[in-house]
C-alpha cells in the first residue's frame, strides 16, 4: 500500500513513463530487504533523490 501511494506520487510529480519505471524498479530494489518502517522510509528518501537526477 506504501508502494502503491509513492508511485502515484511519483506519477503527478514526474509525469514521465520511462521515469517511472526506473522508480518502481529502485523502490523495489531499495525496499527489498528492509523490514521496519523507519528502514523503508529511508530507502524511500534515497529512491526519491536518485529520481529527481535520474528524469533527463
Known sequence: MLSSLILVL???R???GA???T???NL???????SD???QLCA???MR???EFNTD
Not at 523495489?28 to 528492509?34: E, K, P, Q, R, Y
Open 28 to 34: 523495489s530494489d531499495l525496499t527489498a530487504n528492509f
Open 37 to 39: 518502517g523507519f528502514c
Open 44 to 46: 524511500i528518501e534515497a
Open 10 to 12: 511519483l506519477e503527478a
Open 19 to 21: 521515469a517511472l519505471v
Open 14 to 16: 514526474i509525469g514521465k
Open 23 to 25: 522508480a518502481k524498479t
Open 49 to 51: 533523490k536518485e529520481v
